[in-house]
């Protein structure tokens, strides 16, 4: 059964620092991975998608990284600003549709 | 692009009531429609799979008498959550899979729902 993990569960960061958030999995057998931001009670944005044929992918800031070898992927985020605050999750695809998620790391960045 | 509307965006009901959740494709149509439910500080988690005109698919632990699941049309699908109890309250969010060579998910907004 996949498992995916998320660490840390929280971080604080003052702005303009670069900073990597983690995410596990147990079985590399996936179809693709996506980070999406939670902001407190809505719903999921996705931020970026990357295939399991695929090492990252990047969009602004934003850079994920992905080694399914290690069963690991990392979201790094540069120059962080308080905008950026919001839970972060890792969810992947495996053989089905249905997304398998984190519990997410929750990030707050002061001004 | 996409667009899964999903309301109510909140609830507050009493024990015992039912409460209705709706997700509607927007600009495309949606055979299959996932059902998550996040407790708080938890992981989003699967609870079902409906499909348009046939029987919902249940993940296990999750009571199908209890979470009703309606697909009737291709850009509607319903979760009603019956005999609401307090431990059923959850953020409820629904997603329907990629459209044509998108390989993003689409999420409705999601339904924080208290149950007093």
């Known amino acids: 059964k996949q498992e995916v993990t998320q660490i840390p569960a929280a971080l604080s960061v003052p702005e303009g620092e670069n900073l990597v958030l983690n995410c596990s999995f147990t079985d590399s057998a996936i179809y693709n991975l996506q980070w999406f931001r939670q902001d407190p009670g809505k719903g999921l944005t996705s931020l970026l998608l990357?295939?399991?044929?695929?090492r990252e992918q990047t969009s602004g800031r934003l850079n994920a990284s992905l080694d399914k070898s290690s069963g690991r992927s990392t979201l790094y985020i540069a120059a962080s600003q308080p905008g950026d605050s919001a839970t972060y999750l890792c969810a992947l695809r495996g053989a089905g549709t249905a997304l398998i998620f984190g519990k997410g790391t929750t990030l707050s960045v002061s001004s | 692009g996409a667009v899964v509307s999903q309301h109510p965006s909140w609830v507050i009901c009493k024990s015992g009531t039912s409460v209705k959740i709706e997700c509607r494709s927007l600009?495309?149509?949606?055979?299959?429609m996932f059902w998550y439910r996040q407790f708080p500080k938890q992981s989003l988690m699967l609870m079902a799979t409906s499909n348009e005109g046939s029987k919902a698919t249940y993940e296990q632990g999750v009571e199908k008498d209890k979470f009703l699941i309606n697909h009737a049309s291709l850009t509607l699908s319903t979760l009603t959550v019956t005999s609401a109890h307090p431990e059923d309250s959850s953020f409820y969010i629904c997603?329907?899979?990629?459209?044509?060579?998108?390989?993003?998910?689409?999420f409705g907004s999601g339904t924080q729902l208290s149950v007093l």
């Open positions: 997603s329907a899979p990629p459209v044509g060579t998108n390989e993003k998910l689409f």
């Open positions: 600009d495309f149509q949606a055979t299959t």
């Open positions: 990357i295939q399991s044929s695929q």
